[in-house]
């Protein structure tokens, strides 16, 4: 049985956490925005079940035990991908104000809600400005230290999110994105997740970074 986005991401979790961040609002409204949004036809990869995924890892007790912040931690995954257009370059930031402005106007304080939209612009470089942003950067990019299979399945659905973008350019883009973490230091920036996911993450990126190569050259 295919799961629905109810069932991925449950309307009463979401409204947990949205009377966490201190909304006074209904929390209904803004949660159909989202599962509106990550139910787009476009979205192969970056949809209900990379949230959810998040959502599950953050549940962890480990995991958990780092934040700081915990509901604004989940507050930054539930809205950090809301805005996803290929064709854009500014989805973190539209989907960081549409996090502040959704939480401001329930009535959430401004710091919160100014912390919450930190931590979905961080997604966007990847560098963090605070341990809740970094953990937050860590869930997502979790995907890159996941099995194989799990990996190749990701390149994939990717690649089918930007299947308008032709072989060549796609190529390119790519490998310059994978190899911007190939050349980091560190992918992670916790230890946690350093210890759990950094060697399969640079393990995958390499494989995926030659596979780009032999296209390159077909």
Known sequence: ???????????????????????????????????????????????????????????????RALAEHAAE??????????????HAADNEERS???????????GVADDVAARVAAHIEATKSHVATS???????????????????????FEEKIREEYRWVDTPLYVAGRTAVLRRFAERPFIYGTPLFRARFEATARANISTALERLGREAVL
Request: net charge negative; charged share 25%.
């Open 1 to 63: 049985m295919m799961a629905t986005t109810e069932s991925l991401l449950p309307s009463d979790r979401f409204g947990a956490m949205w009377r966490e961040l201190g909304a006074m609002g209904p929390a209904h409204e803004t949660f159909e925005r989202l599962r509106a949004a990550y139910e787009e036809a476009h979205r192969a990869y970056h949809g209900a079940r990379h949230i959810a995924a998040c959502l599950r890892l953050l549940d962890e007790p480990s995991v």
């Open 73 to 86: 931690i989940e507050g930054a995954l539930w809205f950090h991908d809301a805005i996803y257009d290929t």
């Open 96 to 106: 960081a104000a549409l996090a502040r402005d959704s939480l401001r106007s329930a």
């Open 131 to 153: 341990p809740d942003g970094q953990l937050v950067i860590d869930i997502d990019l979790s995907i890159l230290g996941a099995p194989r299979s799990t990996f190749d399945a």
